[in-house]
């Protein structure tokens, strides 16, 4: 029974993402909200890479190697992740800066939340309590994750169709994740594949943070973009505090 509890808890927590779509319902001046929005959600990005992201690949990867080999695979593995961003970002290089900034955005999400889904599928099949944790954890990480991808859609597209379909397809991501997990890799996963995982992933995100979503907001209002980073690591620091106490 408890690999359905695992289903359930994966589709909530991902699901989480769509409460990022009613960001675009803010009202004010468009090019604040663009740039508050997004600088916003790079800073939480960045944060929960540096803090979560990384230091979960090194402890999954010093399972089976010595401390300074896991540093190394990790660092080798971000590298290929920021990397592959960069020759993703290429092939959308003439679509809009501020749509491509949402693109981009969902194609990192969905990379970050496929494993998110295997992980929380598998470990509340071992221990409920411990899943549902990790999912109220995810729950309030996807929600900002959320907002960097409609804000940047609906404001380059205005069309609010798209935007849903783009943050709930980033969102369902995690489910599918959790579903690949129950049907296939459930008896072959391991910590080596999982810290992989997270590295490359690391490196997506810092990436997507940095270059797309903290650059792009400085283009709308460059005045006070940089201190909504520092809200986004602010929050995403005290989201790790509580679930840790």
Same mark, same amino acid.
């Given at each position: 029974?408890? %690999?359905? !509890?695992?289903?359930? &808890?994966?589709?909530?927590?991902?699901?989480?993402?769509?409460?990022?779509?009613?960001?675009?319902?803010?009202?004010?001046? %468009?090019?604040?909200?663009?740039?508050?929005?997004?600088?916003?959600?790079?800073?939480? +990005?960045?944060?929960?890479?540096?803090?979560?992201? $990384?230091?979960?690949?090194?402890?999954?990867?010093?399972?089976?190697?010595?401390?300074?080999?896991? &540093?190394?695979?990790?660092?080798?593995?971000?590298?290929?992740?920021?990397?592959?961003? &960069?020759?993703?970002?290429?092939?959308?290089?003439?679509?809009?800066?501020? !749509?491509?900034?949402? &693109?981009?955005? +969902? @194609?990192?999400?969905?990379?970050?939340?496929?494993?998110?889904? $295997?992980?929380?599928?598998?470990?509340?099949t071992i221990n409920l309590k411990l899943g549902i944790m990790l999912a109220i954890a995810i729950i309030l990480h996807n929600i900002p994750e959320g907002i960097c991808i409609a804000i940047p859609i609906y404001y380059s597209t205005n069309n609010k169709n798209k935007t849903f379909l783009y943050t709930f397809i980033s969102g369902i991501s995690e489910f599918i994740g959790a579903i690949l997990s129950m049907l296939i890799l459930y008896k072959y996963i391991?910590?080596?594949?999982?810290? $992989?995982?997270?590295?490359?992933?690391?490196?997506? +995100?810092?990436?997507?943070?940095?270059?797309?979503?903290?650059?792009?907001?400085? %283009?709308?209002?460059?005045?006070?973009?940089?201190?909504?980073?520092?809200?986004?690591?602010?929050?995403?620091?005290?989201?790790?505090? @509580?679930?840790? +106490?």
């Amino acid at each position: 029974m408890n %690999k359905y !509890y695992g289903l359930i &808890i994966s589709f909530i927590a991902g699901i989480s993402t769509l409460i990022g779509y009613f960001s675009i319902y803010i009202r004010g001046n %468009k090019e604040k909200v663009i740039s508050y929005s997004l600088s916003f959600s790079g800073g939480v +990005m960045i944060t929960l890479s540096l803090i979560d992201l $990384i230091p979960s690949s090194i402890k999954d990867l010093s399972m089976n190697n010595s401390l300074v080999k896991s &540093i190394l695979i990790c660092i080798i593995y971000f590298l290929i992740g920021f990397i592959l961003c &960069i020759i993703i970002e290429k092939q959308f290089k003439k679509l809009n800066n501020l !749509y491509r900034t949402g &693109i981009l955005s +969902m @194609i990192g999400i969905i990379l970050h939340n496929i494993p998110e889904g $295997i992980a929380t599928y598998v470990l509340s099949t071992i221990n409920l309590k411990l899943g549902i944790m990790l999912a109220i954890a995810i729950i309030l990480h996807n929600i900002p994750e959320g907002i960097c991808i409609a804000i940047p859609i609906y404001y380059s597209t205005n069309n609010k169709n798209k935007t849903f379909l783009y943050t709930f397809i980033s969102g369902i991501s995690e489910f599918i994740g959790a579903i690949l997990s129950m049907l296939i890799l459930y008896k072959y996963i391991n910590n080596i594949m999982i810290g $992989i995982l997270f590295s490359i992933i690391a490196g997506i +995100m810092i990436y997507i943070g940095y270059y797309e979503l903290i650059k792009t907001s400085k %283009k709308y209002n460059l005045e006070y973009s940089k201190f909504y980073s520092l809200f986004g690591s602010i929050f995403i620091l005290i989201v790790e505090i @509580i679930l840790k +106490m």
